[in-house]
């Protein structure tokens, strides 16, 4: 299941940074987990609904690629789509000799899902909302499923989305997320370079 994500795309891009910040974490430490893409919402006239998918779909394969994140979604729909499979209701369903044209979206929203052990809704983010604490959420977990001291007693802050192969994303505001930061007396700053 799919835990409520409160109101807005605020709620679920908060949800989605935390569950993909676990989802990593747990990668760097004990191996790569086991995900899947939850479609959440599927945009009225998009390619997604002329395909037939729906909302709970969990995509399966694009063009027999087994599809294991949202960048790897991206680069399989980059060059056109001609069948998708996705688990509706247990039960695998194919969608074949499709023509999603080359650089069209599908016009969906997803929901990285996996095992887990990291129970995310104990991540108290209070009033944040968007995705750009992802890197910073994944960087605590780390530290605190690991020995040691990750930040070697250093006042960090840093800014940055997280995508399931724990690359860093771009974000906005960068001069704003700077400003607290010093403000804060933090001694360093990760922001993506993007």
């Given at each position: 299941t799919?835990?409520?994500t409160g109101e807005g795309d605020n709620g679920i891009d908060m949800l989605s940074a935390k569950q993909s910040a676990a989802l990593?974490?747990?990668?760097?430490?004990?191996?790569?987990?086991?995900?899947?893409?939850?479609?959440?919402?599927?945009?009225e006239n998009s390619n997604g609904e002329k395909i037939g998918l729906q909302p709970g779909d969990i995509i399966n394969y694009v063009d027999f690629s087994e599809i294991f994140s949202y960048e790897k979604?991206?680069?399989?729909?980059?060059?056109?789509?001609?069948?998708?499979?996705?688990?509706?209701?247990?039960?695998?369903?194919?969608?074949?000799?499709?023509?999603?044209?080359?650089g069209e979206k599908l016009g969906i929203n997803l929901y990285p899902i996996g095992s887990t052990k990291i129970d995310?809704?104990?991540?108290?983010?209070?009033?944040v909302s968007g995705s750009s604490g992802g890197l910073i959420f994944t960087l605590v977990l780390i530290d605190s499923l690991t020995k040691g001291d990750l930040t070697g007693n250093k006042k960090?802050?840093?800014?940055?989305?997280?995508?399931l192969d724990g690359s860093i994303g771009a974000i906005d505001g960068v001069s704003y997320k700077y400003k607290a930061a010093v403000d804060?007396?933090?001694?360093?700053?990760?922001?993506?370079s993007a």
């Amino acid at each position: 299941t799919v835990p409520d994500t409160g109101e807005g795309d605020n709620g679920i891009d908060m949800l989605s940074a935390k569950q993909s910040a676990a989802l990593v974490a747990e990668s760097v430490i004990y191996g790569k987990p086991n995900v899947k893409l939850f479609i959440t919402n599927v945009l009225e006239n998009s390619n997604g609904e002329k395909i037939g998918l729906q909302p709970g779909d969990i995509i399966n394969y694009v063009d027999f690629s087994e599809i294991f994140s949202y960048e790897k979604l991206v680069s399989e729909i980059a060059d056109g789509v001609s069948r998708i499979s996705v688990v509706r209701d247990k039960e695998i369903i194919e969608f074949n000799d499709l023509s999603v044209p080359r650089g069209e979206k599908l016009g969906i929203n997803l929901y990285p899902i996996g095992s887990t052990k990291i129970d995310i809704d104990k991540l108290k983010t209070e009033n944040v909302s968007g995705s750009s604490g992802g890197l910073i959420f994944t960087l605590v977990l780390i530290d605190s499923l690991t020995k040691g001291d990750l930040t070697g007693n250093k006042k960090i802050a840093g800014t940055g989305t997280i995508n399931l192969d724990g690359s860093i994303g771009a974000i906005d505001g960068v001069s704003y997320k700077y400003k607290a930061a010093v403000d804060s007396n933090s001694e360093l700053f990760f922001v993506p370079s993007a």
